[in-house]
Each structure stands twice: as C-alpha cells, then as structure tokens.
C-alpha cells in the first residue's frame, strides 16, 4: 500500500513539473510551490497557474492511487488495530486453509500468543456475536507477534485463501473440565477451570460469510462443546482435519475461497454474568 501511494506522489509530481514549465516557472521542483506562491512578476498569472497546477496535481495523485489500487484486495494495516483486553471471554475464530495459509490459531487474549491474528469478540454475556479473519489481521505486522508465518504475500496484502483443513471458533474460559488442574483467571489461563458446563449453555452458529457472502452449511453436522478436554474453551467446531467432522462435513470445504475475510456469527445463552 505504501509503495503504491508512492508511485501516486510521483506520478503527481512529474505533472506538476509539465504545468509549472508551461507556465514559464523556473523555480526547482523542491520549492515549486512556495516559489510561485511568493512570486510578484506578473502575479495574477502566476497565482492562477498555482491554483490550477495544485489541483491538477491533487487530481492526478488521487487518480494514480485509484488506479493503483483498482485490482487489490482490500486492507491493510491501516484499517486494523488488535484489541488485546477483554471485559469478558474471548472468542477467536480458529483457521487455516487448504495450503495451511491464514493461520490463526489463538486468541488475542491469551498473554503468551504469538498466533493470534483475528478479529475476536468480547463476550460479556447472552447475545449474537461475530468472529473474523481479514486480509489486514492475517498479513499484519505485530509489534508483539511479528508477521503471520502462515501467509502468502502479494505486495502488502495476503493471497486469497482456498480450501480449509480447521474451522471452529473458540471461546477461551468457559468451561470447568474435569482434568483441569490450573489456578490462575481461567479467561486467560486455558488450563484453569471455567465457571460453567457445556450443557449449561445453548450455543448456535448462525452464519458464516466469506467476503459477504453466505457459506452454505448443514446445521445438524455441527459439533458443540469442549471438544478438547485439556482446556477450558467452548468450541464450534465447523470443521477439523483431526475431529469428527473431517468424517462428515457440515461446509463444501474444498470449494471455499475468499480474499478479504472470514465471518463467523453465532448466539450464545445461559450466561450468568
């Protein structure tokens, strides 16, 4: 993105040079501006000439970074900013496509993460909550976590993803397991028990978009729970190439590509705080 604004404000300044040297201005390209500004030799001229190269030259810079950026994908690290605290549990999408690209595998809650790259949901209580991946989240550069190793860059953005080997997301501290045997906050700690058990609570996915659109996915094939006994996490488990689902799928998911992001809508009830 940063290269392309770049060959924009050069683009726009070889234009500039054209209509000064049109105009009769001899003054170096560095002070251009502030030269024909403060010039008094024939200066109604000149000071039309100003206005008129300063907004041809706004004009091109604009046109050249839309051209630029016509056939990108959108994002960059501009449009994202990791929210790091939570109020309440933190939900995380969990994914990696067919080439094990777009990975993101942690919540951006857990204090040791260094595979966290996702759009997560504070989850304070009963409600309708989204998760995501973007192409800004997934190529960012952390200044914590560095960038993903799990991308494949085009310029500043990630190359769309295809295929998908895990799909679930994760809600990190919920759950009291029985084999749980740590002492700390269980909504940072996944080894120490939660407050609640799974069939407790009344969890449903409700959509689930790539780049705004609807994945289709059968209701019934979905798994629920704590799949993985050794954490406190609540999962959806939409798909695993290690769980059940690898079995018999509830999403197409060879077919499943996108460029831009990954939504996940689901509703959760029987929160007690």
Same mark, same amino acid.
């Given at each position: 993105m940063k290269a392309k604004k770049i060959l924009a404000a050069v683009t726009a300044l070889s234009l500039t040079t054209v209509v000064f040297a049109s105009c009769g201005d001899s003054a170096d390209s560095s002070s251009s501006t502030a030269a024909v500004t403060t010039t008094t030799t024939t200066a /109604? %001229?000149?000071? %039309? /000439?100003?206005t008129t190269t300063t907004a041809a030259a706004e004009s091109a810079a604009d046109s050249a970074a839309t051209d630029s950026s016509a056939g990108s994908t959108k994002g960059s690290d501009s449009d994202y900013t990791p929210v790091k605290t939570f109020k309440g549990y933190d939900a995380f999408l969990m994914f990696g496509d067919g080439e094990w690209l777009w990975g993101n595998w942690e919540g951006q809650g857990e204090p040791e993460a260094t595979k966290a790259f996702g759009v997560d949901a504070d989850i304070t209580g009963d409600g309708e909550y989204t998760v995501s991946i973007t192409n800004a989240s997934i190529s960012y550069d952390d200044p914590d976590e560095g960038i993903n190793p799990q991308i494949a860059l085009d310029g500043d953005y990630a190359v769309g993803a295809q295929g998908c080997v895990v799909m679930c997301v994760d809600i990190i501290g919920l759950l009291n397991g029985e084999k749980l045997k740590g002492t700390g906050d269980p909504k940072t700690d996944k080894e120490t028990p939660g407050k609640y058990n799974a069939d407790d609570l009344k969890v449903?996915?409700?959509?689930?978009? /790539?780049?705004g659109q609807e994945v289709a996915f059968d209701k019934a094939k979905i798994k629920y729970g704590n799949i993985e006994d050794n954490n406190n996490c609540y999962r959806i488990e939409i798909y695993n190439d290690y769980g059940d689902t690898a079995k018999d799928s509830p999403i197409d998911k060879d077919n499943l590509a996108f460029e831009d992001s990954l939504e996940i809508t689901f509703s959760i009830e029987g929160l007690s705080e």
């Amino acid at each position: 993105m940063k290269a392309k604004k770049i060959l924009a404000a050069v683009t726009a300044l070889s234009l500039t040079t054209v209509v000064f040297a049109s105009c009769g201005d001899s003054a170096d390209s560095s002070s251009s501006t502030a030269a024909v500004t403060t010039t008094t030799t024939t200066a /109604a %001229t000149t000071t %039309t /000439a100003a206005t008129t190269t300063t907004a041809a030259a706004e004009s091109a810079a604009d046109s050249a970074a839309t051209d630029s950026s016509a056939g990108s994908t959108k994002g960059s690290d501009s449009d994202y900013t990791p929210v790091k605290t939570f109020k309440g549990y933190d939900a995380f999408l969990m994914f990696g496509d067919g080439e094990w690209l777009w990975g993101n595998w942690e919540g951006q809650g857990e204090p040791e993460a260094t595979k966290a790259f996702g759009v997560d949901a504070d989850i304070t209580g009963d409600g309708e909550y989204t998760v995501s991946i973007t192409n800004a989240s997934i190529s960012y550069d952390d200044p914590d976590e560095g960038i993903n190793p799990q991308i494949a860059l085009d310029g500043d953005y990630a190359v769309g993803a295809q295929g998908c080997v895990v799909m679930c997301v994760d809600i990190i501290g919920l759950l009291n397991g029985e084999k749980l045997k740590g002492t700390g906050d269980p909504k940072t700690d996944k080894e120490t028990p939660g407050k609640y058990n799974a069939d407790d609570l009344k969890v449903e996915l409700k959509s689930i978009k /790539a780049d705004g659109q609807e994945v289709a996915f059968d209701k019934a094939k979905i798994k629920y729970g704590n799949i993985e006994d050794n954490n406190n996490c609540y999962r959806i488990e939409i798909y695993n190439d290690y769980g059940d689902t690898a079995k018999d799928s509830p999403i197409d998911k060879d077919n499943l590509a996108f460029e831009d992001s990954l939504e996940i809508t689901f509703s959760i009830e029987g929160l007690s705080e």
